[in-house]
């Protein structure tokens, strides 16, 4: 059964910083890595997926990598915006599976 | 293309009521999923179809809960005899083919008193 940790489970940043949210799950034969932004109240949206055979992958401000070996994903956040306050969640599927086990998220709180 | 769309957007029931919530995928996206999520958790799953085959389903989903997705277009999730522990948030996602990449609807709150 696949397990999934995001570290911290929350943060408090000034406006400018770069940040690192950690994602590790347990069960390293896995398809793919999604990571997720959701907005107090709302759905989910998508922000990158990262495929097995991929290392990373970049998006804007944001880059995620993935390293299966050690059952790890880090989303990186280039120079922090106030409007990227939410949660981010991380998806791992259960090897074998297309079914995505979630973490709790990291709250990120980013003040002007 | 206007993305997963579910309705209502907010229920309230009384305990022991069914209630049914909709979720309309994003067109041609034959994979459709259901999670529930509580605050300050994670979604989790409940159910997935593979158009309109019902595939898995989560040892969550107790026999109170079925759902549904007729000729695999929309789907829906109906809760019959409602209790306090179902209150949650209610979610959708779709996706196509071998993309692995879910999109999510704004989900249904369901709040049961």
Not at chain 2, 30 to 35: E, P
Not at chain 2, 52 to 68: C, H, N, P, V
Not at chain 2, 85 to 105: H, I, K, P, T, W
Request: proline fraction near 5%; glycine fraction near 8%.
């Amino acid at each position: 059964k696949q397990e999934v940790t995001q570290i911290p489970a929350a943060l408090s940043v000034p406006e400018g910083e770069n940040l690192v949210l950690n994602c590790s799950f347990t069960d390293s034969a896995i398809y793919n890595l999604q990571w997720f932004r959701q907005d107090p109240g709302k759905g989910l949206t998508s922000l990158l997926l990262i495929q097995s055979s991929q290392r990373e992958q970049t998006s804007g401000r944001l880059n995620a990598s993935l390293d299966k070996s050690s059952g790890r994903s880090t989303l990186y956040i280039a120079a922090s915006q106030p409007g990227d306050s939410a949660t981010y969640l991380c998806a791992v599927p259960s090897g074998g599976s297309y079914i995505p086990t979630f973490g709790r998220g990291t709250s990120l709180i980013v003040h002007p | 293309d206007t993305g997963v769309s579910q309705n209502p957007r907010h229920k309230i029931t009384k305990r022991g009521q069914n209630v049914t919530f909709r979720c309309d995928p994003i067109s041609e996206h034959n994979r459709l999923y259901w999670y529930r999520q509580t605050l300050g958790q994670g979604p989790e799953f409940l159910t997935y179809f593979q158009n309109e085959a019902q595939l898995e389903k989560s040892r969550l989903l107790s026999d109170r809960f079925s759902a549904e997705r007729p000729k695999g277009s929309f789907s829906t999730l109906e809760i019959q005899r409602t209790e306090q522990g179902d209150s949650a948030m209610y979610l959708c996602a779709s996706r196509v083919g071998d993309n692995y990449e879910q999109y999510f609807g704004p989900g249904t709150r369901l709040t049961v008193t």
